[in-house]
């Protein structure tokens, strides 16, 4: 049973788009996070969160944007969609384990992305 | 900086055979470690993880992980695989000293074969 939820699971767009990649949690944890995935690549850590009204991006360059109202949701947003935005994106959480840096990650089923 | 190398990109292996995913890193720093699963169609899963304690960790269905401090590597083993094996394997590792990051490897594909 799924604690991290994504929705849509998948989505075709055509360009200009706005499009929000939705991302609720039920476990009460501080930190989320989202990642682009491509086949055959590294995962990409793109933006996170260390609470409420706290973001950060991450290492990845992206044009999307994230917001932190409420503990359990962090949704992701593309103002106007582009086919270089074509990918899977990965939203996760993880629990305080009382160890600075063990980040044990619970992960959504992701949202496959496809921009005409 | 860190890094992750899975020196496998696809391992293919017969059912009941044993097999090993291998994984290398490269920290300035000491690190947590990780290998998580992906299932077809799936988000990851985390599969086991090495935080402090015995270098040899297991997880519930078999699978085996040994840190090797000398040889910065985390290979992942099976005894004996079963085709419900068949997916990616993602090693990943964090910074002992705090921080957001995870840095993952680029996967390892398990195809079991009948």
């Known amino acids: 049973e799924a604690d991290i939820y994504q929705t849509p699971r998948y989505l075709v767009i055509g360009t200009g788009k706005k499009i929000t990649l939705e991302c609720s949690q039920t476990?009460?944890?501080?930190?989320m996070y989202w990642y682009q995935q491509d086949p055959g690549m590294e995962l990409h850590l793109i933006h996170y969160?260390?609470?409420?009204?706290?973001?950060e991006k991450g290492d990845l360059s992206s044009e999307s944007t994230v917001s932190r109202i409420r503990t359990e949701h962090f949704p992701l947003t593309l103002e106007s969609a582009r086919p270089s935005h074509t990918s899977q994106y990965l939203c996760?959480?993880?629990?305080?384990?009382?160890?600075?840096?063990?980040?044990?990650?619970?992960f959504g089923a992701g949202s496959r992305l496809t921009v005409l | 900086a860190q890094s992750v190398t899975q020196l496998d990109s696809q391992v293919p292996v017969f059912e009941e055979a044993p097999v090993e995913l291998r994984c290398n890193y490269s920290?300035?720093?000491?690190?947590?470690l990780f290998w998580y699963v992906q299932y077809p169609n799936q988000g990851l899963q985390l599969l086991l993880k090495?935080?402090?304690?015995?270098?040899l960790v297991k997880s519930i269905n078999g699978f085996e992980a040994e840190f090797n401090k000398s040889q910065t590597s985390f290979h992942l083993r099976k005894p004996s695989v079963h085709i419900s094996d068949t997916a990616e394997y993602f090693c990943?590792?964090?910074?002992?000293?705090?921080?957001?990051?995870?840095?993952f490897g680029a996967g390892t594909r398990l195809f079991v074969k009948a």
């Open positions: 969160s260390y609470g409420v009204n706290s973001t």
């Open positions: 920290s300035s720093v000491s690190v947590y």
């Open positions: 990943a590792v964090s910074d002992r000293g705090g921080g957001f990051k995870t840095i």
């Open positions: 476990m009460g944890h501080d930190k």
């Open positions: 090495y935080l402090s304690g015995s270098t």
């Open positions: 996760a959480s993880s629990e305080d384990l009382g160890k600075p840096g063990a980040n044990v990650l619970t």
